[in-house]
């Protein structure tokens, strides 16, 4: 199955080899196999002009000119990979152009982080429910308001376009295309190969590092938020934090939401949920994560993890336990 891989400068490393190493345990596995006769991937890196792809850590990557279109040998999946070059390509650049030509001759098209900026502004999103890293959600959805953007899921499939979420993601988007192509006994062999989820429980929120709230520009606002992270098992009603900030609770509450885009009681949550996740990441039991972080109560800890991230906070304290 022919593959390819589009990057321009500066891509993320990850996005470009990730999927690869995906593609290429698949077709491994496959060969390995009595029996089988189902082919493998066939993985090629393009790039406009070919050559030395510079990526977004400063190692060179070789990689292939864009094929030339309708070519003799038909493209199975093109697979874009994301970075700040993906994020800034114009609608009048090579790459957007060849992507508008190739993407229909394709069986599917799939984007990898940042990557789903290549594919809106080359319209094969327009209409499409998508996703991309968390830190650009709004941003895809602001350049491009035909798309539905979805910022919780690791992947979302829309018809035969694929988009993943950020960096690592598009090794789960990838083995998502593997269990397709391949079967499930395949893409879980390959997942057991690198150490991976076959399906990763819980959405991208989960491993956010940090709230997409921007910092408040008021000063006294911007001192409750400095206050705020050493305090999460104090009183933060809106009734208090309005008090500490010498204003109407109507007041506070109107200025909070115009300065970090979120209402005070969701921005506190987001807090407590870092801040539980920071301390089950670093071992500590369920009760005291909870205790930390203001939740009150391990069963409380428990409702949020579970509605928020489709993961208990054992299950999550777990997996970091078994990475060390």
Known sequence: MRTIVLAVDDAQALDVIGPVEVFDAASKIVQAGAGRVRPGYDVQVVSPGGGDLRLSNGLRLSSDPLPPCGAPAAIDTILVAGGAGARELDAGSEAIAWLRDAAPRARRVASVCTGAFALATAGLLEGRRATTHWAHCRALGRDHPGVEVDAEPIYVRDGNVWTSAGVTAGMDLTLALVEEDLGREVALEAARWLVLFLKRPGGQAQFSAGLAAQTAVREPL?????????????????????????????????????????????????????????????????????????????????????????VGPSAYRERFRAAA
């Open 222 to 310: 911007r001192d409750l938020q400095d206050w705020l992270g050493d305090h999460l098992d104090a009183d933060l009603s809106v009734g208090a934090l309005a008090a500490r900030a010498c204003l109407s609770d109507r007041q506070f509450a109107r200025a909070w939401r115009a300065e970090t885009g979120m209402t005070p009681a969701a921005y506190v949550l987001a807090l407590r949920i870092e801040r539980a996740r920071a301390l089950l990441e670093d071992g500590q039991s369920v009760d005291a994560a909870a205790r930390r972080a203001g939740f009150g109560s391990a069963e409380v800890l428990r409702r949020v993890f579970h509605r928020r991230l489709g």
